[in-house]
């Protein structure tokens, strides 16, 4: 999974919470708190191979990188999960490993902000 | 202040929710990460608004929903889903189970305050029409109340100016009338009968007024001819009053034309026996009977009260219905009191 680096669009994320600086930085503390943990959720899903855990955790992905206006990373965290509901063949290690990858990206990004 | 009651699995969505809750101002935000123990918490209390995600663990937002609108009283607080916005399938399906809004993820504070405050609006307006629906209840209430004070006072004065015409006096009306509640409890009757007897006695004689005054109030014996002009009261008191579609009148027309009958057939008018008499004619029978006795009048003087008791026993199963004699004399105590509370000289209203 090749997405283009994440950038962070900070004025955007801004608008969406009405501009407060404080809420802001708030969901980057817990971000950045919860990190690791929502990588450890997706992986432990893949090895237990409990597909409906790991369709949730892709969905909560999905919402967590979107919170951060990570578009790319957003689409393939709810590729993974419209692939689970649908029941089709997909390769969850590839993506699994992809959507921690993106989680981490976007961290370090967080932390410069 | 508005209670607003926020689920999410995710800590970063429930601190962003009650952050822009906070804003919105007047608002108390309470958090839950489960949807089972906010169910519990719903249980005890009523939140103004719920916001709740879609996709959790242990129950999705629809279950959640489902079983919120089924406690009791929470069918109409508003619920706002949150959902991403390809989840179209689940918004109907919310929609159906009883979601009154969206928000979309990521949330956007405008779109968030817009809806939030339309929620809380529709709030207070449920709750301004429940208070006013309360208050408007407690004023019929009240207002009726008064329409019946009203209707006890219309009728104890019908009652009285029926009585003026001849020797009876108000306190009379009042000493039979309860002396009649006492017989009701006594006999069995339940409290809204036992009420209903003590509202209607006061009825009994008020044909009287269409008795004419040469017989009404002719001091001594009447002649048979008169005699039998004086029983029409009965017929007289029930036809004024048997129309009436209030309770209490409807049962002084009972017991205005069934107060005569004796419990062996001899009475009048109908010459009713036994239980073809209403009850509320055979107890009303004792309870004027010993007090006209009682009474002094100015053509006789009151017989001692265990002469009048004599009478009472004397006539169970001719006059009277034994139980009814029966009632009264067990209620003795309360007899005597009533006695001393309704005197000839002071006539308080029932």
């Known amino acids: ?107 370090v990004v967080l932390k410069q902000a | 202040m508005n209670t607003v009651l926020i689920i999410d699995d995710s800590d970063i969505n429930l601190t962003l929710i009650k952050a822009l809750v906070l804003k919105l101002g007047e608002c108390s935000p309470v958090l839950f990460d489960n949807p089972l123990e906010a169910l519990d918490w719903c249980r005890e209390n009523v939140p103004d608004l719920v916001i709740v995600d879609y996709m959790m663990p242990d129950m999705d937002g629809l279950k959640f929903i489902s079983a919120f609108r089924a406690l009791h009283g929470r069918n109409e607080i508003p619920v706002l889903m949150v959902t991403a916005n390809d989840q179209k399938d689940v918004r109907y399906d919310a929609l159906l189970g009883g979601a009154n809004d969206f928000l979309t993820k990521p949330i956007d504070r405008v779109e968030f305050s817009a809806r939030a ?138 017991v205005a034309i069934s107060h005569h009958e004796k419990y062996d057939g001899t009475g009048y008018p109908h010459g009713l026996k036994g239980h073809q008499i209403p009850a509320f004619g055979r107890i009303v029978a004792v309870a004027d009977v010993f007090d006209a006795l009682t009474s002094e009048r100015p053509y006789k003087k009151a017989w001692p009260l265990d002469e009048a008791c004599k009478f009472l026993e004397d006539g169970r199963g001719k006059h009277f219905d034994p139980l009814c004699v029966e009632a009264f004399l067990a209620g003795w105590e309360e007899i005597l009191d009533i006695r001393q509370r309704f005197r000839d000289e002071d006539v308080p209203m029932i």
């Open chain 2, 117 to 254: 405050r339309n929620m809380l609006s529709l709030r207070q307006g449920q709750k301004f029409l429940a208070d006013r629906a309360d208050h408007l209840a407690e004023m019929v209430e009240i207002r009726t109340q008064e329409i019946r004070d009203r209707e006890r006072e219309l009728i104890f004065r019908i009652s009285r100016a029926a009585e003026f015409r001849d020797p009876e006096t108000g306190a009379h009306i009042q000493r039979m009338a309860h002396y009649s509640q006492v017989i009701a409890a006594g006999y069995g009757l339940d409290a809204q009968a036992q009420k209903l007897i003590l509202e209607a006695a006061p009825m009994h004689d008020v044909g009287k007024i269409g008795i004419p005054d040469y017989i009404l109030l002719k001091p001594g014996k009447l002649t048979p001819e008169e005699f039998e002009v004086m029983k029409g009261h009965a017929r007289l008191g029930y036809e004024l009053l048997k129309d009436s579609a209030s309770e209490i009148i409807q049962a002084g027309a009972q």
């Open chain 1, 1 to 107: 999974m090749n997405l283009p680096a994440f950038t962070l669009d900070r004025a955007a994320i801004l608008e969406r919470v009405g501009d407060d600086e404080e809420i802001f930085a708030m969901m980057v503390d817990m971000y950045l708190q919860d990190v690791d943990s929502n990588c450890a959720l997706l992986t432990d899903a893949l090895a237990a191979n409990n597909m409906s855990a790991l369709q949730r955790e892709a969905h909560t992905v999905k919402g967590l990188l979107a919170t951060f206006s990570d578009e790319a990373g957003t689409a393939a965290a709810f590729a993974l999960e419209q692939a689970l509901r649908a029941g089709q063949a997909v390769d969850a290690a590839t993506a699994v490993a992809g959507l921690v990858a993106r989680l981490r990206e976007v961290a």
